[in-house]
């Protein structure tokens, strides 16, 4: 995990806290990221690589963890620690903080940066040495104590604690460039898991030969509506007027939600049929997510099924001019065929009298 000036910040920082493995070093731009190292970094940090890791502490709340999990009551409190290794051939001075945690729009987990005000979790741990020296090949280990409100009302929270070093990099722009570790805790009490489905949007597109089905793309928000941190299950099905013709959609990749989160999902339904209607419908349901080492599993209640559906025109109009140009066809030729019949009894209408005519004036 050694972290580089060209690695994008907020990337790496995303990817390691969903993934809860000990994350590689981000960089964010200095001008974003506030609260910079109060030791001053050692100038040969700046002109070297910097590298370091981190991880949780093996203590009693376990060992080799890949991120914090905790289950407390409201009151409650615990102390456990970080690991921050320097993996380079410079000391680090590294400023140490927790923070809220937070959904991307992507569905990744990401931490509020430095000079962001926490206001859950993040809030709640207090951070024993918020700066800290670290010498080349060493570890130091940073305490850190995890006090719930006694207020706090139930459910799970979402944070991480997070060490940065600021630096400059060849270019001469300083970087803010963070390493953390996810935290989640649930808080003792009933869990209300629900989820919503909204903004269900269809956009039906017919292929050009009339005989083949078209293709449906089915955007949606998911949110997670409840107090417990849930890994959805969905399914989309598109039908024609009646319910005709129904498509079920491959699945869609829905993220695990925390309280509060939303994300927007969209999947292309092919071998949808034009019929007159294409209406989608999404079907929504999960199961809460079980924190490391919990007992309780079996008792997580179940996450209410919801539907939401939207609709869109699938009008076949290739198919409907072919039709137009064929009734205009045949109306062309019956028409014809009537002026031709109509034609033909006016000439013999006026033979006939022609023929009377000739024979009244014969003496």
Same mark, same amino acid.
Do not use: F
């Given at each position: 995990m050694t972290p580089t000036s060209r690695v994008p910040a907020v990337l790496a920082v995303l990817a390691a806290l969903a993934l809860g493995a000990a994350p590689a070093a981000a960089a964010v731009p200095a001008a974003a990221a506030a609260a910079p190292a109060a030791v001053e970094p050692p100038p %040969?940090? %700046?002109?070297?690589? !910097?590298?370091?890791g981190v991880r949780p502490a093996d203590t009693v709340h376990g060992a080799e963890r890949p991120n914090f999990?905790?289950?407390l009551p409201p009151g409650g409190t615990l102390t456990d620690a970080i690991v921050l290794t320097n993996k380079g051939d410079a000391p680090l001075a590294l400023d140490v903080y927790a923070a809220d945690g937070f959904l991307t729009p992507d569905g990744t987990l990401d931490l509020l940066e430095a000079g962001e005000q926490s206001t859950a979790l993040g809030a709640?741990?207090? !951070? %024993?040495?918020p700066q800290v020296v670290v010498e080349p090949g060493a570890s130091v280990e940073v305490p850190f104590t995890l006090t719930v409100p006694a207020d706090a009302q139930p459910g799970d929270y979402a944070a991480g604690v997070v060490s940065t070093l600021l630096v400059e990099n060849a270019a001469g722009v300083s !970087?803010?460039?963070r390493l953390g570790s996810r935290m989640h805790v649930r808080v003792g009490g009933d869990l209300a898991p629900a989820l919503l489905v909204s903004g269900v949007d269809v956009d039906y597109r017919a292929g050009a030969n009339p005989v083949v089905p078209g293709s449906a793309t089915v955007t949606f928000t998911v949110t997670n509506t409840g107090n417990a941190r849930i890994a959805p299950a969905e399914e989309v099905e598109v039908a024609g007027l009646l319910g005709l013709g129904g498509v079920r959609a491959a699945a869609v990749d829905v993220p695990e939600l925390i309280p509060g989160a939303s994300v927007e999902r969209s999947v292309v339904v092919d071998g949808v049929w034009p019929l007159v209607r294409a209406t989608a419908s999404v079907a929504l349901g999960g199961t809460v997510v079980a924190l490391p080492g919990a007992t309780d599993a079996a008792a997580a209640p179940g996450v209410p099924g919801v539907v939401a559906s939207g609709a869109d025109w699938a009008v076949?109009?290739? %198919?409907?001019a072919v039709l137009a140009l064929l009734v205009a066809l045949v109306v062309l030729r019956v028409r014809a065929r009537r002026r031709r019949t109509v034609?033909?009894?006016r000439e013999?209408?006026?033979a006939v009298a022609a023929a009377l005519a000739a024979r009244g004036a014969t003496p």
């Open positions: %040969a940090a %700046a002109a070297t690589q !910097v590298s370091w999990a905790y289950s709640w741990v207090e !951070v %024993a040495s !970087v803010d460039r076949p109009w290739v %198919a409907l034609r033909r009894q013999l209408d006026d």
